[in-house]
């Protein structure tokens, strides 16, 4: 079993590829060191298991959530993160829902948080356009924000500079 626990909900795929580049990267720091679960067919147990979680949202539609995570949320209301180290990030499309921009992802956070986690990872919003979003917090995000749509191109820099704040952060 690896160090972190890196849980994912995705629908079209793109969530699912950003979790495994995630892991790509941890990997070249050390090898084996996460765990990726889709959220869908893991539960609470799985999830306990780890004192380092990272966590990934896609935002749908005008800021809702995806359909496996919206199954799993009532599930945070019983749990005690209390201890946990937790990183998030989340896709979202800044472009064609700027008004909701990775809303998933903010009300995510709002999860993790009543549920007593330690959250890292918060993430510069400057090179982003959008109007509002729910993970917004200033001048940050509450994690790594991901465009597939609108700046696909920027994806890897991101993830290994994330990657690389979360190591540090976690004193991994």
């Known amino acids: 079993m690896g160090k972190i626990g890196l849980f994912f909900g995705s629908s079209t795929g793109k ?3 950003v979790a495994f ?9 050390e090898n084996g060191i996460v765990d990726v679960h889709n959220i869908g ?5 799985v999830m306990m298991k780890y004192q380092y979680l990272i966590m990934g949202i896609p935002t749908w539609n005008t800021g809702e959530l995806q359909d496996d995570w919206d199954v799993f949320f009532p599930n945070f209301r019983s749990m005690d993160l209390n ?3 937790v990183a998030l990030f989340g896709l979202g499309d800044q472009n064609g829902y700027g008004f909701n921009f990775l809303d998933a992802l903010g009300m995510l956070a709002d999860e993790v948080l009543m549920a007593n986690a330690d959250v890292h990872g918060f993430w510069s919003n400057k090179t982003y356009e959008f109007e509002d979003s729910k993970a917004r ?3 940050y995000l509450v994690g790594l924000g991901i ?3 609108g700046q696909q191109d920027k994806t890897p820099a991101r993830i290994t500079q994330w990657v690389g704040q ?6 991994l």
């Open 41 to 45: 067919s893991a539960g609470v147990d």
């Open 166 to 171: 979360i190591k540090t952060e976690w004193g």
């Open 15 to 17: 969530t699912e590829a």
């Open 21 to 29: 580049q995630i892991k790509a990267e941890f990997d070249k720091i």
């Open 137 to 139: 917090i200033e001048d």
């Open 147 to 149: 465009d597939e749509d």
């Open 83 to 85: 201890g946990k180290k």
